[in-house]
């Protein structure tokens, strides 16, 4: 995915400034696709050049003025056309994988310290998914009601965050498990 549709789609769910836009980057769609405030600004100026965005000015009192991102019609021709070609399904590209199964030519134990590491990231990106999906759908028992299409395919793919990091944990979870038969000498 390029980080145009990433930024069409962040702006068709709400227009905003670059930095509005990266402070969404940050809190939200940011977890599935990362983008620095140097990027954005930079993707910003060429969708603009293409006309994929429109941009007005927006005064503010104390403060100088704001640009305002919105989407142009061709930047949803453009966003629509990659919608609808297919992609590729994405694999399994882990760095620690790699590592696990290299420590077989060391010291196995070695790497108990960085899979809790893992862990514990895992665990707090968890709680904040968990946090989010409270703060901006609810209690469970509060979702009777079917949520306009925006917000429940917004939800469905905060879901499959949630899923995500509660398998990594299971996961590592695992991996210190057996790391632990090589700490041990068993």
């Known amino acids: 995915m390029a980080l145009d549709h990433a930024i069409l789609v962040s702006l068709l769910e709400k227009p905003g400034s670059g930095y509005e836009l990266a402070r969404r980057f940050?809190?939200?769609?940011?977890?599935?696709?990362?983008?620095?405030?140097?990027?954005?600004?930079?993707?910003?100026?060429?969708?603009?050049?293409?006309?994929?965005?429109?941009?007005?000015?927006?005064?503010?009192?104390?403060?100088?003025?704001?640009?305002?991102?919105?989407?142009?019609e061709a930047g949803r021709v453009a966003l629509s056309a990659w919608l609808a070609a297919p992609i590729e399904p994405e694999s399994v590209r882990h760095d620690l994988a790699v590592k696990i199964r290299g420590a077989a030519f060391d010291d196995p134990a070695s790497l108990i310290g960085e899979v809790r590491r893992h862990r514990q990231v895992h665990t707090e990106r968890l709680a904040h998914y968990l946090a989010g999906e409270k703060r901006d759908f609810g209690e469970p028992s509060d979702r009777d009601e079917p949520l306009h299409a925006e917000r429940e395919l917004q939800h469905v793919?905060?879901?499959?965050?949630?899923?995500?990091?509660?398998?990594?944990?299971?996961?590592?979870?695992?991996?210190?498990?057996?790391?632990?038969?090589?700490?041990?000498?068993r």
Request: proline share 1%.
């Open 26 to 72: 940050e809190r939200s769609i940011g977890y599935f696709w990362t983008a620095t405030h140097q990027q954005i600004y930079r993707v910003l100026k060429r969708m603009e050049g293409d006309g994929w965005v429109d941009v007005r000015d927006v005064a503010q009192q104390g403060r100088p003025d704001k640009k305002e991102y919105s989407v142009a």
């Open 157 to 185: 793919v905060l879901r499959g965050g949630i899923a995500y990091e509660r398998m990594m944990i299971t996961w590592l979870d695992d991996v210190l498990g057996t790391l632990a038969r090589f700490e041990t000498g």
